[in-house]
């Protein structure tokens, strides 16, 4: 039999790759599993004869039913997240927040007017992270939550579990807040019906260098109509005759407001009632041709630019002693134009914030 020289070259490092292979599982017959996991856990393949633990990473693929992770067993499994500062990938530095986002579970909460509702609550929890440590333990977080998940809330309940999970984590600030849609009936403006009006509201509990502050957040959304538009239409049918209607569309106020903790309790129902006396066109639930007539008439007794909502919104609220510092961002969603009419409005400096979020506007879009 001819051989070339290539076939002759392959013969011979087949010989050599079997008689490596021999002599590896011969090491590895006499290695323990660490020695053989050290320099590489695939060698264990090599040997049929050994057990499912050496023959790693063949592994099983029926689900373990029976199986039980007692605490010697627990003590056996890798955390990642809480090892040394060797661990820390990218720069050495704080991290001001690190948690959960969106964690649902339902709460009860205290109302004013309807005692107690248990309400689906998204629940974002974060703490501060310094610099040398690799990372926090999310699932302590949700842990700690649920020790207090069946008590009436308020924010001393909120207080307890952020103490928790501060604790836990051996963190320096933390927060905590909850958001949830309330039901409030509504009464229509002239046909007697009523209905519920949902308000998206999140209570906000902060703790940074030592000092804690209660912030209340509430969508309010309700109709603008342009007071210009409204003189041009007037124009148009007092010197032309013209039929012309002003445009309006549905606006949001987003107030946040910093709840003072010397003062009586600041309800959900309080805050609402604040932003619909600042501005007294909100949306309408029920509503029959009469109820119509009078928004109509309603809107043409509250013209409104952008301006003026941030401005009234803020009036309402320097007026009420339990609220400290706020923030007030309207968003007229233009009828008229293809862009929307925004404003911001802060006092004090719980708020001030020189950059904005770029998505900040367009969360205060709500759909039907």
């Known amino acids: 039999m001819n051989m070339q020289p290539n076939d002759v070259d392959k013969t011979a490092r087949l010989a050599e790759a079997k008689d490596a292979l021999e002599r590896l599982r011969d090491w590895a017959r006499g290695a323990t599993p660490t020695e053989v996991a050290e320099l590489d856990p695939a060698i264990a393949r090599l040997l049929p004869e050994a057990d499912d633990f050496a023959n790693y990473p063949a592994l099983r693929r029926a689900y373990p039913e029976d199986f039980e992770a007692d605490e010697a067993y627990r003590g056996t499994l890798p955390d990642l997240q809480n090892g040394p500062e060797s661990l820390i990938r990218g720069a050495r530095r704080q991290i001001q927040h690190v948690g959960i986002s969106n964690f649902r579970l339902p709460i009860r909460f205290h109302s004013r007017d309807n005692g107690d509702l248990t309400l689906e609550t998204s629940v974002t929890g974060t703490v501060s992270l310094e610099a040398e440590k690799k990372g926090i333990n999310m699932s302590r977080i949700m842990r700690s939550f649920y020790k207090h998940v069946e008590r009436t809330f308020s924010f001393d309940v909120i207080e ?92 949001v106020a987003r107030m946040s407001v910093e709840m003072k903790s010397d003062q009586p309790c600041l309800w959900f129902e309080d805050l609402i009632d604040l932003a619909r006396g600042a501005v007294a066109t909100e949306t309408q639930v029920m509503v029959k041709r009469e109820d119509e007539q009078a928004f109509a008439e309603l809107n043409a007794a509250n013209p409104i630019f952008v301006e003026d909502a941030a401005r009234l919104f803020a009036q309402a609220l320097e007026g009420d002693p339990r609220v400290g510092d706020f923030r007030i961002i309207a968003s007229h969603q233009e009828s008229l134009h293809s862009h929307d009419a925004v404003s911001v409005l802060t006092e004090g400096t719980t708020f001030t914030n020189e950059s904005l979020d770029p998505k900040l506007f367009s969360t205060l879009i709500h759909v039907g």
């Open 160 to 251: 307890a579990a952020l103490d928790d999970y501060k604790r836990d984590l051996e963190s320096f600030d933390a927060r905590i807040q909850m958001r949830f849609s309330f039901p409030v009936k509504v009464d229509s403006l002239r046909s007697g019906l009523a209905g519920y009006q949902y308000y998206d509201i999140a209570l906000e509990l902060v703790e940074r260098d030592g000092v804690r502050k209660k912030i209340m957040h509430l969508d309010y959304v309700y109709s603008s109509t342009c007071p210009c538009s409204l003189e041009l239409s007037e124009h148009a049918r007092r010197t032309r005759q013209q039929l012309a209607t002003p445009h309006s569309q549905r606006s």
